[in-house]
């Protein structure tokens, strides 16, 4: 059973930063790319960033620049650093696991997620 738990929301205002974590169970996540999804009140789940095995990075126009992915691979943990939050940044945020190595935008192309964590950012 792959188990993603994430940690790291909270609350904080307007310009600040938190960093995310997404810890896998051993092995849960070799070889595939993994990604933050977000989820603010009575919208659809968005993506925001997706990270390949090798490192390879792709952002949501919305969260470019502000935000940074990363993955420790013999950890098995998946980072997203954000930085300079806006209120609209505001959601339950959730990592997935891809089916694929590739990069993918599209919430179906990843089979497992985690329970989600929320960030609220007061302004």
């Known amino acids: 059973q792959v188990q993603l738990v994430e940690s790291g929301g909270g609350l904080v205002q307007a310009g600040g930063s938190l960093r995310l974590s997404c810890a896998a169970s051993?092995?849960?996540?070799?070889?595939?790319?993994m990604a933050w999804f977000r989820q603010a009140p009575g919208k659809d789940r968005d993506f925001v960033a997706t990270?390949?095995?090798?490192?390879?990075?792709y952002y949501a126009h919305s969260v470019k620049g502000r935000f940074t992915i990363s993955r420790d691979n013999a950890k098995n943990t998946v980072y997203l650093q954000m930085n300079s939050l806006k209120p609209e940044d505001t959601a339950v945020y959730y990592c997935a696991r891809s089916r694929t190595q590739r990069i993918s935008l599209l919430a179906y192309e990843y089979d497992y997620w985690g329970q989600g964590t929320q960030v609220t950012v007061s302004s």
């Open positions: 051993a092995s849960a996540v070799s070889s595939v790319a």
């Open positions: 990270i390949t095995w090798s490192g390879a990075t």
